[in-house]
C-alpha cells in the first residue's frame, strides 16, 4: 500500500511564503501533484511534476509564485509557495500518479491513484 503523508502546513499572513512537503512511501518514483479545497468548494488542481522532475505542469492561478520540486534522492515533493494571498487558504493535498499521462488527465483529480491526508494552509492577517 503506497502512503502519501504532507506537512508544512499553517497559518501565514499575505505577502508570505511557506513550503509544503510530501513523503511518499513507495521505491519507484511517481508522477507527484498538489490540489488543494477550500472550505466548501471542490479540489483543485495546484501543480504536477513528472518522475523525473523535468516536467512540471501549474495551474494558472499560481504560475510564477509556486514551485513544485522534488528530492533527488527521496521520493519527496515540495511545494515553494510565495506571495501567498487569503486565495490560497485550503487544505492542501498531495496525489501521486504511476505515469504521465497528458497536461489534461494530470490537472484532474481522477487521474491519480494515491492521496495524502491533507495539510491545512491559512493566510490571514
Known amino acids: 500500500q503506497v502512503r502519501l503523508v504532507e506537512s508544512g502546513g499553517r497559518l501565514v499572513q499575505p505577502g508570505g511564503s511557506l513550503r509544503l512537503s510530501c513523503d511518499i512511501s513507495?521505491?519507484?518514483?511517481?508522477?507527484m501533484s498538489w490540489f488543494r479545497q477550500p472550505s466548501g468548494k471542490e479540489r483543485v488542481f495546484v501543480a504536477a511534476?513528472?518522475?523525473?522532475?523535468?516536467?512540471?505542469l501549474y495551474a494558472d492561478s499560481v504560475k510564477g509564485r509556486f514551485t513544485i520540486s522534488r528530492a533527488s534522492a527521496e521520493n519527496r515533493v515540495f511545494l515553494q509557495m510565495n506571495s501567498l494571498n487569503t486565495e490560497d487558504t485550503a487544505v492542501y493535498y498531495c496525489?501521486?500518479?504511476?505515469?504521465?499521462?497528458?497536461?489534461?488527465?494530470?490537472?484532474?483529480?481522477?487521474?491519480?491513484?494515491?492521496w495524502g491526508q491533507g495539510t491545512q494552509v491559512i493566510v490571514s492577517s
Open positions: 496525489g501521486a500518479s504511476r505515469a504521465w499521462k497528458g497536461e489534461s488527465v494530470m490537472s484532474r483529480s481522477s487521474g491519480y491513484d494515491y
Open positions: 513507495a521505491r519507484t518514483r511517481y508522477v
Open positions: 511534476i513528472n518522475e523525473s522532475g523535468r516536467r512540471t
